[in-house]
């Protein structure tokens, strides 16, 4: 286990970002947790991988190069910005716009965003 690795119940559906690895399994529901893969490679017709654009004051992340659906049944549930070892997180909920301003001068950043259905999804500037 490595810190920023997200795991997944396939039971209740709850989420965890490792933010300290103690050596442990982590077990939700009486089941081990499922590592995500982080994608990187968009496959379906939906755009997944985010798009990193640099903008007055920091940056700008939109959920692929075409605007991601944001409804009840298929959305992106946050988007992660990590800056010079720093994360930001902007959750997001059906009808929200598939995107975060992150105000951050870093040089160097990587983006990571989760879809309800196709899951963890990551892009480097």
Known sequence: ???????????????????????GDL??????????VENT????????VPVIEKVSGGYKVLVGGVAHPMEEKHYIQWIELVA?????????????APEAVFCTEAASV????????HGLWTAKS
């Open 110 to 117: 990587t983006a990571r965003e989760y879809c309800n259905i």
């Open 41 to 48: 490679v968009d496959a379906s017709k939906e755009k997944h």
């Open 84 to 96: 010079d070892g720093v994360s930001m997180t902007r959750f997001l909920k059906p009808g929200d």
């Open 1 to 23: 286990m490595e810190r920023g690795q997200v795991y997944k119940c396939d039971v209740c559906g709850n989420i965890v970002t490792l933010m300290v690895a103690g050596g």
């Open 27 to 36: 077990v939700c529901c009486g089941q081990p947790m499922k590592l995500m």
